[in-house]
């Protein structure tokens, strides 16, 4: 059986650039504060025409020019968003028609911040099964509009983005080993709780500002630290591998400390961790494939290089994966 492995890769994050500064600006805060708790120094939010489904197609394009292939060949479009552009229909049906993959199959998948992980590692099982030759993958975030431009404790964590796979069949290396995880029991610690059928929009809702995310940051902190590492170890042990042979890490960002504490536990140098959360903030879904891209433009990753991917999110959620590099 052929192995399935990441044969396009492609990203776009918006122009506008949120620098602390401006935060200071709105809220009651301080470069200082955001800086030292969570290494964000700017991140980029979508002007107000653009919606998830338009920063999912520039990044959609690029990954398919950089795999080689047309639209037309692609059998699935997985969109992993937790900012869809509506409730329904899903994201990547407007992503379809928008990049023309008129034989692909199109749904959106919400794994919290997880969501590209889910949505690759779910596409990879197609490919595997033999049922498509070419899966589209995306983690697409407008994730700013979920937030509440007046509370300081969630509005300068969050950036917009998008990033884009192209999962194919290849001859050698791909995908190593996956892991996918889920706690509903805390769901409680990250919700937006109005919009869905439990609390529709209302005035009340409005009034109580419910339309916007809640979050207990310091319970998703214990989750995240816990779970980078463990899914981390579990994803290298599936592989048969030690982390010393990890050539690349790319970890979502959420906060530099989560990130560091990941690091330190599993004892990966500094060098061969991904960070971009200083310039782009927390893009949920968006992160990992953004920032597998900026190092694949980059010309870093090299054949043969070994990559985990791991990430956490509202669920809670997290999942993991390691890609032996094939292009
Ligand atoms: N500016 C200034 N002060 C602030 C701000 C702000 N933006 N936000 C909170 N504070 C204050 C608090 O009010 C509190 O003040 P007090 O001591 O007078 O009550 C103080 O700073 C410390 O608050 P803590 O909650 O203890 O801050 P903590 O060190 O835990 O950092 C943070 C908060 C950054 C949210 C952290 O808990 C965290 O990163 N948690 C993980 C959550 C996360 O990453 N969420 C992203 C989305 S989820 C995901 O991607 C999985």
């Not at 991904?274 to 782009?280: F, W």
Request: hydrophobic share 40%; net charge neutral; glycine share 10%.
């Amino acid at each position: 059986m052929l192995n399935v492995g990441i044969i396009g890769v492609g990203s776009y994050v918006p122009e506008k650039r949120v620098t602390n500064f401006d935060m200071e600006k709105i809220l009651d805060t301080s470069d200082e504060w955001i800086r030292t708790r969570t290494g964000i120094k700017e991140r980029r939010f979508a002007s107000s025409e653009q919606a998830t489904s338009d920063l999912a197609t520039i990044a959609a394009e690029r990954a398919i020019k950089d795999a080689g292939i047309s639209p037309e060949d692609i059998g699935l479009i997985i969109v992993g968003t937790n900012s869809p552009d509506t409730l329904y229909p899903a994201t990547a049906c407007r992503v379809q028609a928008r990049i023309g993959a008129k034989n692909a199959a199109a749904f959106d998948l919400q794994a919290g911040c997880t969501g590209w992980i889910y949505a690759t590692t779910v596409g990879a099982q197609f490919i595997r099964t033999g049922m498509y030759k070419y899966v589209l993958t995306i983690g697409a975030e407008v994730i700013t509009r979920m937030m509440d431009k007046t509370d300081r404790y969630t509005y300068v964590l969050f950036g917009d983005g998008a990033g884009a796979a192209v999962l194919g069949n290849i001859e050698d290396g791909g995908f190593l080993s996956y892991e996918l995880y889920a706690d509903g029991s805390l769901a409680q610690h990250l919700v937006l709780p109005a919009g869905g059928s439990r609390m529709p929009l209302s005035q009340e809702v409005l009034d109580k500002r419910l339309q916007y995310t809640t979050m207990d940051g310091r319970e998703v902190f214990k989750f995240s630290v816990r779970e980078i590492s463990r899914l981390s170890k579990n994803v290298i042990n599936k592989a048969g591998l030690t982390a010393n042979d990890i050539d690349w890490f790319i970890p979502h960002q959420a906060n530099l400390r989560i990130i560091d504490a990941g690091m330190k536990r599993l004892g990966i140098p500094k060098e061969k961790v991904v960070v971009t959360i200083d310039k782009y903030g927390n893009s949920s879904a968006a992160t990992v494939p953004v920032a597998l891209d900026e190092i694949y433009r980059a010309g870093k990753i090299k054949k043969g290089d070994k990559i985990l991917m791991v990430s956490f999110g509202a669920g809670m959620t997290s999942g993991a994966f390691i890609v032996e590099w094939s292009k």
